[in-house]
């Protein structure tokens, strides 16, 4: 076990939240087709408060501080947030597309000791990442600033959010971080827009294309290993928890707002009103969180895949309840190893059963419109039909 | 032999949970845990209470070790986190404007 995860360990026996994202603004320069997010401003946090709250982190042991958007540098004050939070010597890590880095910018990045500037890259064609970013001209901004971080010595890492539309583009990104000397991440999830509009969904690469992605030894190492079969999970699997998220990490919006992470918008409380402490320990919904074990789980925990897969609690809240399967998850279990997901033998069933609730028109009033003729009784005009 | 200043680096992240200190490098990402016996070290490096001091002063007292054990264990801890850029380590006090990230 690595130093880091022993601390992270610690931290969690200790209840202590050692990591937390921090948006400070939703405002973007970039209108990305996948974004979950708006770019309005409803009443920020202002600098004031950012720096109470920062305060507040370091107080309850917080080490980890990704601080990120929205596009961060969309706000004046962005410098000053990163000051005091690396005066109060928070290990900082920044999430940004770039564009407004410049020479100065990112000299200022290096003094003021940021651990790692990630930055998000589509594409290495130009029409391809400004496409999806909805910026012409991003994509040359964006390459500029990861220079720049370069050649202060900074650790820069591409975010590469695959979708359908630049899917073929992977192998280019790939090469364009080692032709930069820059870290390469990779991130085939698209995450349902904060106002449960899942629309965005439809971006998602399919199944087969996933498949590539894990069978690719570039990315993932020992192939074999890594897609197979999973074991069967023992006492320690199924006394488990889901991931940090309300246990040793969380997430706070521009708003002051405090979920068990970026992509869980489960509202728990706010710092505006509360302190950040008093959420931690005392929130009725960070706890419910935390009591949910692998076992509590009613899909999953039958699924031979409950030790590996990566299930987002967050995306499953989203799909309807945070005890729920998270079918994106399912997909990526499958798509790795072959093996179908409980979730997926379960829907399959239920599929092939017919479904649930079923109206049947009669073929004219169909061909009459698209509103049902009284012809005759009711029963005779809806058949209902009902599996439990 | 000469007197050891040492302060820590503000090239660092750092942070103390349930006795023990986490420190981060933010030149190389080296990522150090330090027992409480190292962060005792840590906290006491003001740049102006000599090395020897520390040891003595809050080492010896917190800890019931024997100075000579003390020292040299202290000794090593310096300097490999001075490697590092970790720790800053002189033989003169060192004063807060010494105290920048490179």
Known sequence: MSLIAEMSQKALKLGLPISVHLDITYRCNERCVHCYLDHDDHGEMTTAEIID???????????????????????????????????????????????????????????????????????????????????PGSLKKTLRAIRFLKSQGLKVSIANVLMAGNFSDQAGVIALAKELGVHYTLDPTITPKMDGDRSILALQIPGSELKQVFNNAE??????????PPPAPDEDVMDGYPCSAGHTACYISPYGDVFPCVQFPLPSGNVRRQKFLDIWHHSTQLKEVRSIRARDLPTCSTCAHVGTCTRCPGLAYMEGSMRGPSTADCEKSFQRTGIPSANMLKRA??????????????????????????TGSPEALVGISAHA | MAEKYIARSKAIAARMIGGETMVMSALDSTFFTLNEVASTIWQAADGRTPLSEIVTGKVCQEFDVDRERAQRAADRFVEELSQHGILLVSDQPLIDSSLESR
């Open chain 1, 349 to 374: 069933r239920t599929d092939s059963a017919g479904p649930l609730i079923q109206i049947q028109l009669p073929m004219n009033s169909a061909q009459d419109g698209p509103f049902p003729v009284e």
């Open chain 1, 219 to 228: 990315l993932v190492g020992n192939v074999e290993e890594f897609c197979a």
């Open chain 1, 53 to 135: 709250v920062l305060a507040q982190l370091a107080d309850a042991g917080v080490f980890f501080l990704s601080i990120s958007g929205g596009e961060v540098l969309m706000r004046r004050d962005f410098f000053d947030i990163v000051e005091r939070a690396r005066q109060l010597l928070f290990n900082v890590k920044v999430k940004t597309n770039g564009v407004m880095i410049r020479e100065k910018e990112a000299a200022r990045l290096r003094q003021l000791g940021v651990e790692q500037i990630q930055i998000s890259v589509y594409s290495h064609r130009p029409e391809v990442h400004d496409a999806i970013t909805k910026l």
